[in-house]
């Protein structure tokens, strides 16, 4: 008898455990987080911040930051709660409701409410709707990239990593004919490829403008077939555009640039493949704990 209690109390404790009891590491809840994510509440309709998120990117659990949805499967129901017809495989797992109604939807790796998942609604071709409190969820915006020549690398990149909002920066070549050139082929001018610089960045923090204004305010574009000097055509004044909403901005700016009286010897071509340079190309200035000797600072804009 005495063991049988012994058991009870064992079988107990494991039951009222907590994800926090698993002993793996989550983030810090506020006091209404919990309400939601360890018991089980509900936050008020059309009250959480991700109801109305357009941005493209990632939804990962608020506790653990396991990946949950994508973007692309977000629908608005007009049910007051952030709704996906799909979910990252083996992210979510479905269990019987307390209620013995409905399907509640938890976190596959610790186990925190999400919401609901319903079934033959009709609002998608999926025919289903994961109905997920925002405050159970956190949301990682997809990075942007582009794509800045100006001159030696080194000194365009220089720039680039220490501003706002880049998450990383690579050194590379583009735009050229040769299939994965070294640094020594490009340096013949012959290649066709120019120095480039490959910029990562969080348009949740920054823009893509405000690359391009970095990108104006630290290289002489006026120059033509080189910068300082560096001369050959792969030292080139060059941004490459990924679709139309940066070419439009790039065009913008040099009409700006032209009103203000410069001569703009900036080319603009769409984005081919990029081939990043060798590895003691990469943050060189930092490891040498050094600066660009032709690529300085002025403020235009």
């Given at each position: 008898?005495?063991?049988?209690?012994?058991?009870?109390?064992?079988?107990?404790?494991?039951?009222?455990?907590?994800?926090?009891?698993?002993?793996?590491?989550?983030?810090?809840?506020?006091?209404?987080?919990?309400?939601?994510?360890?018991?089980?509440?509900?936050?008020?309709?059309?009250?959480?911040?991700?109801?109305?998120?357009?941005?493209?990117?990632?939804?990962?659990?608020?506790?653990?930051?396991?990946?949950?949805?994508?973007?692309?499967?977000?629908?608005?129901?007009?049910?007051?709660?952030?709704?996906?017809?799909?979910?990252?495989?083996?992210?979510?797992?479905?269990?019987?409701?307390?209620?013995?109604?409905?399907?509640?939807?938890?976190?596959?790796?610790?186990?925190?409410?999400?919401?609901?998942?319903?079934?033959?609604?009709?609002?998608?071709?999926?025919?289903?709707?994961?109905?997920?409190?925002?405050?159970?969820?956190?949301?990682?915006?997809?990075?942007?990239?582009?794509?800045?020549?100006?001159?030696?690398?080194?000194?365009?990149?220089?720039?680039?990593?220490?501003?706002?909002?880049?998450?990383?920066?690579?050194?590379?070549?583009?735009?050229?004919?040769?299939?994965?050139?070294?640094?020594?082929?490009?340096?013949?001018?012959?290649?066709?490829?120019?120095?480039?610089?490959?910029?990562?960045?969080?348009?949740?923090?920054?823009?893509?403008?405000?690359?391009?204004k970095l990108y104006y305010e630290t290289h002489d574009f006026e120059q033509v077939g080189g910068q300082g000097p560096d001369i050959g055509p792969q030292y080139q004044s060059v941004v490459f555009y990924k679709n139309d909403e940066q070419k439009a901005m790039v065009e913008k700016y040099m009409q700006?640039?032209?009103?203000?009286?410069?001569?703009?010897?900036?080319?603009?071509?769409?984005?081919?493949?990029?081939?990043?340079?060798?590895?003691?190309?990469?943050?060189?200035?930092?490891?040498?704990?050094?600066?660009?000797?032709?690529?300085?600072?002025?403020?235009?804009?």
């Amino acid at each position: 008898m005495k063991s049988l209690v012994i058991l009870f109390f064992i079988l107990l404790k494991t039951c009222a455990s907590t994800p926090q009891d698993t002993g793996m590491k989550f983030n810090p809840l506020t006091i209404d987080e919990q309400r939601v994510i360890l018991h089980k509440g509900t936050e008020r309709p059309y009250t959480g911040k991700w109801l109305d998120n357009k941005k493209s990117g990632t939804y990962v659990c608020r506790q653990c930051n396991q990946p949950l949805y994508r973007s692309e499967d977000k629908f608005d129901s007009h049910c007051g709660w952030p709704s996906f017809d799909d979910e990252i495989p083996g992210a979510v797992k479905r269990v019987p409701d307390a209620d013995g109604h409905r399907t509640e939807i938890v976190c596959s790796n610790c186990g925190g409410h999400l919401g609901h998942v319903f079934e033959g609604e009709g609002f998608t071709g999926k025919n289903t709707r994961h109905c997920v409190n925002s405050i159970s969820m956190d949301f990682l915006p997809t990075m942007e990239k582009a794509y800045f020549a100006s001159g030696c690398f080194w000194g365009t990149e220089y720039h680039f990593m220490k501003a706002k909002g880049v998450k990383a920066t690579t050194v590379g070549y583009m735009g050229g004919h040769t299939h994965a050139p070294t640094y020594k082929e490009v340096c013949t001018g012959t290649t066709g490829h120019v120095e480039t610089v490959e910029v990562e960045y969080d348009p949740s923090v920054t823009s893509f403008e405000e690359m391009l204004k970095l990108y104006y305010e630290t290289h002489d574009f006026e120059q033509v077939g080189g910068q300082g000097p560096d001369i050959g055509p792969q030292y080139q004044s060059v941004v490459f555009y990924k679709n139309d909403e940066q070419k439009a901005m790039v065009e913008k700016y040099m009409q700006l640039l032209s009103r203000k009286g410069f001569k703009v010897a900036t080319e603009l071509r769409p984005a081919p493949e990029f081939w990043a340079a060798e590895d003691y190309h990469q943050e060189y200035y930092d490891k040498k704990n050094g600066t660009p000797y032709c690529h300085v600072y002025r403020k235009i804009f």
